[in-house]
Nanobody
Framework: QVQLVESGGGLVQAGGSLKLSCTASGLSFDRYAMGWFRQAPGKEREGVAYLSSGSGTIKYADSVKGRFTISRDNAKNTLYLQMNSLEPEDTATYYC???????????????????WGQGTQVTVSS
């Protein structure tokens, strides 16, 4: 059974930083592109960033470019999201997910991902 567990969320002031982690089990982690998504209250879930299985392809949402960095450690089955210069607009529940298919490069859209974690809350105060 595939399981993704996010951690690292919290409350931070605007301009601050947080690092999220997502630990995966039950899958060949190094064969899947992995992504971060977020969902704010009353809004649809949106893509934040994804990273291909070998880290050769990375895509960021325009709203986080230059501030967030996605990375992975395949030996630890772990995905990371370093978030700097946080803004109140970044407040949301953050989810990690794996691409629908192994050895496949997805788009940064919900439909191209599956097996979501439970989410970790990030709150940025102004």
């Amino acid at each position: 059974q595939v399981q993704l567990v996010e951690s690292g969320g919290g409350l931070v002031q605007a301009g601050g930083s947080l690092k999220l982690s997502c630990t995966a089990s039950g899958l060949s982690f190094d064969r899947y592109a992995m992504g971060w998504f977020r969902q704010a209250p009353g809004k649809e879930r949106e893509g934040v960033a994804y990273l291909s299985s070998g880290s050769g392809t990375i895509k960021y949402a325009d709203s986080v470019k230059g501030r967030f960095t996605i990375s992975r450690d395949n030996a630890k089955n772990t995905l990371y999201l370093q978030m700097n210069s946080l803004e109140p607009e970044d407040t949301a529940t953050y989810y990690c997910a794996r691409a629908k298919y192994s050895d496949w490069v997805p788009r940064l859209v919900v439909d191209d991902f599956r097996t979501w974690g439970q989410g970790t809350q990030v709150t940025v105060s102004s």
